[in-house]
């Protein structure tokens, strides 16, 4: 059976593809107007999918159009939906050959996404809502986010926090002049980290996300910034980096498929 995991990004739609015994990886624009045109696009035969929206979505069901798409494709009714941040922690969660335990996600990218696993059981919430870290309100009065709401987190701690001050996230962040720039991106990302240690107590955290590198090479300055914070002087739950980068929502996607439903 040929699957293919479909991450559908504000930007970038990454996919991974298991055809027989081997498993490829693909990106490409987020500018098609349905699954179908994405295959013909890709030219990969795949015979069943499942697909990852950044928006809150509670069985298979889209509960809100997502903020951060300018096109959402036409995706075929029963197709395994998930959302992005809890296909990128079910996908690190089984990599890690996990049972009881708990994971939660933090996806840093164009936006912040966030995802929970307890003993291999997603959490979606009563809306589809639950663990959307994005759209905590980490600065009132602060930029405005495309959820409606302003001083969103993702607005700080996404690659949206560069842009604001008209850097590249991935290019000129890595210039020592921006270094001030760098340091206050990672002090927000702790400020993320330690709410997420306060409200859900997990296990481990996974950092991963298209901004998963830039991060990694900052991990001791998160580490201590964030702990720094953490309440009565806790220690943090183990922060690990994803073991797909960022492809662990499609990975995730490619594991959800084969254990749950049928899709087209």
């Known amino acids: 059976m040929r699957i293919a995991g479909i991450d559908i990004g504000a930007t970038t739609t990454k996919i991974a593809f298991a055809g027989g015994d081997s498993l490829s990886f693909h990106k490409t624009p987020s500018n098609y107007q349905s699954i179908g045109e994405l295959q013909r696009r890709l030219d990969l035969p795949w015979e069943k999918f499942a697909c990852a929206l950044p928006a809150p979505v509670k069985n298979h069901q889209l509960m809100a159009t997502p903020p951060n798409l300018t096109m959402l494709p036409d995706i ?23 049972s009881s335990e708990s994971l939660f996600m933090l996806s840093f990218g164009t936006g912040l996404g966030g995802g929970f696993i307890q003993a291999g059981i997603i959490a979606e919430g009563a809306r589809g809502n639950f663990a959307e870290v994005g759209h905590f309100t980490l ?6 986010c495309g959820c409606g709401s302003a001083g969103c987190a993702e607005q700080y701690a996404s690659s949206r926090f560069f842009h604001h001050r008209g850097l590249s996230a991935t290019q000129d962040i890595q210039q020592p002049q921006h270094a001030a720039v760098l340091e206050e991106f990672i002090f927000h990302a702790a400020c993320v980290i330690n709410s997420v240690a306060n409200l859900y107590d997990p296990h481990l955290i996974v950092i991963g996300g298209g901004l998963a590198t830039v991060i990694q090479g900052q991990m001791d300055s998160l580490r201590s910034t964030a702990q720094s914070m953490s309440f009565g002087g806790r220690p943090l739950p183990a922060l690990e980096p994803a073991m797909h980068g960022e492809y662990s929502a499609a990975i995730g996607l490619l594991e959800y498929a084969r254990r749950h439903g049928e899709a087209p």
Do not use: I, V, Y
């Open 139 to 144: 600065q009132p009065g602060g930029f405005p």
């Open 76 to 98: 075929d009714p029963g197709t395994p939906l998930l959302n992005d941040g809890n296909a990128a922690a079910f996908g690190e969660f089984h990599a890690r050959r996990l």
